[in-house]
């Protein structure tokens, strides 16, 4: 991965349903169905950045926030695995993806959420009806969102 290449944020369905940290804002997404993340997991945006919709600002606010409490950390030398060395190192990365997140709207990722949730009701209202199950819901490949 180059230091201007594009990097695409796309949905992804996960089953494991639990707070996962956003690269954007610092915070954490809720316990969603379908996460914004790239390829290799490196970044991932929850859906609150979605909405603001000003990726590149929220970066730069995350990036400027992490920068002023490293300076307020204690010098412990020059140690590169110091609190605030990995928070400078942390800050640099966001920075260096302002501009390059090319990340799904909210609307998108919304419309992907609720179809999960709606797919899992669908699902189990046909157990109770004693379908026959037609295995594990897939995600299908090609989905235009
Ligand atoms: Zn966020």
């Known amino acids: 991965m180059g230091m201007t290449d594009v990097i695409e944020v796309k949905l992804v369905r996960t089953n494991v349903f639990t707070r996962w ?3 954007v804002c610092d915070g954490r997404t809720e316990k969603d169905a379908v996460l914004c993340e790239s390829e290799n997991m490196a970044v991932r945006v929850c859906p609150q950045c979605l909405k603001e919709n000003d990726i590149d600002g929220r970066l730069e606010k995350t990036a400027a926030a992490l920068e002023h409490e490293a300076s307020h950390y204690p010098a412990f030398g020059h140690c590169e695995m110091s609190v605030a060395a990995t928070a400078l190192r942390n800050a640099a990365f966001m920075r260096s993806l302002i501009g390059r997140l090319r990340v799904p709207t909210y609307e998108q990722w919304e419309t992907a959420e609720n179809r999960v949730w709606d797919d899992a009701e669908a ?9 026959v199950d037609d295995g594990p819901f897939e995600w299908p490949d090609d989905e235009p969102f």
């Open 21 to 23: 940290d956003c690269t």
């Open 123 to 131: 699902c189990s209202a046909e157990q109770r009806d004693d379908h």
